[in-house]
T-cell receptor, first 116, second 109 residues
Framework: KAGVTQTPRYLIKTRGQQVTLSCSPI?????VSWYQQTPGQGLQFLFE???????NKGNFPGRFSGRQFSNSRSEMNVSTLELGDSALYLC???????????????FGQGTRLTVV | QQPVQSPQAVILREGEDAVINCSSS?????VHWYRQKHGEAPVFLMI?????EQKGHEKISASFNEKKQQSSLYLTASQLSYSGTYFC??????????FGTGTRLTVIP
């Protein structure tokens, strides 16, 4: 089956602009999580969506938002971009019917965002 | 809530063993291990669940000490293909994984 698809793969934006990233999970997966990856910081959790509802949110400013559609596809939006937002943004999908994450997460290739 | 991984980096010769540690300040439901090669997405290695047994996967295995909120990943007889950054992800019952900053493993001939 097809893996997790993230688009676009690369983006260059200017400070102050906004950006929308897209993630299509594996068919049948209803949970989508977003992570920011920067050198030295590892994978920083942004938020997790399940059945169109945001269940969890990491410690990021309100400029970072997301949503999930009825087909489980998810989008992440960053407004008023700052230089420090330059990073690889990864989404991961999993099949998590319960209250704990007891199955593996499948990661997409990520979107490399550069803010200039 | 981010777990702490150690060491940050390790260099091994082929055939040598390594241990990567992961510890959390929170009670954990599960610990996940992933490996990421340069320019690629993280790939799942294994999950250790609360109350579960030590997991194994060829020459890579892991343990989970629930009382200490710690997990260790054991790589034995390392191969060149083991090179990459290893991340542990911890889950404290809220359905979101918090990952450590990673351990960069380099295996040289």
């Amino acid at each position: 089956k097809a893996g997790v698809t993230q688009t676009p793969r690369y983006l260059i934006k200017t400070r102050g602009q906004q950006v929308t990233l897209s993630c299509s999970p594996i068919s049948g997966h209803r949970s989508v999580s977003w992570y920011q990856q920067t050198p030295g910081q590892g994978l920083q959790f942004l938020f997790e969506y399940f059945s169109e509802t945001q269940r969890n949110k990491g410690n990021f400013p309100g400029r970072f938002s997301g949503r999930q559609f009825s087909n489980s596809r998810s989008e992440m939006n960053v407004s008023t971009l700052e230089l420090g937002d330059s990073a690889l943004y990864l989404c991961a999908s999993s099949f998590t019917p319960g209250q704990v994450t007891n199955t593996e997460a499948f990661f997409g290739q990520g979107t490399r965002l550069t803010v200039v | 809530q981010q777990p702490v991984q150690s060491p940050q980096a390790v260099i091994l010769r082929e055939g040598e063993d390594a241990v990567i540690n992961c510890s959390s300040s929170k009670a954990l439901y599960s610990v996940h291990w992933y490996r990421q090669k340069h320019g690629e997405a993280p790939v799942f290695l294994m999950i250790l669940l609360k109350g579960g047994e030590q997991k194994g996967h060829e020459k890579i295995s892991a343990s989970f000490n629930e009382k200490k909120q710690q997990s260790s990943l054991y790589l034995t007889a390392s191969q060149l293909s083991y090179s990459g950054t290893y991340f542990c992800g911890t889950e404290a019952g809220a359905n979101n994984l918090f990952f450590g900053t990673g351990t960069r493993l380099t295996v040289i001939p």
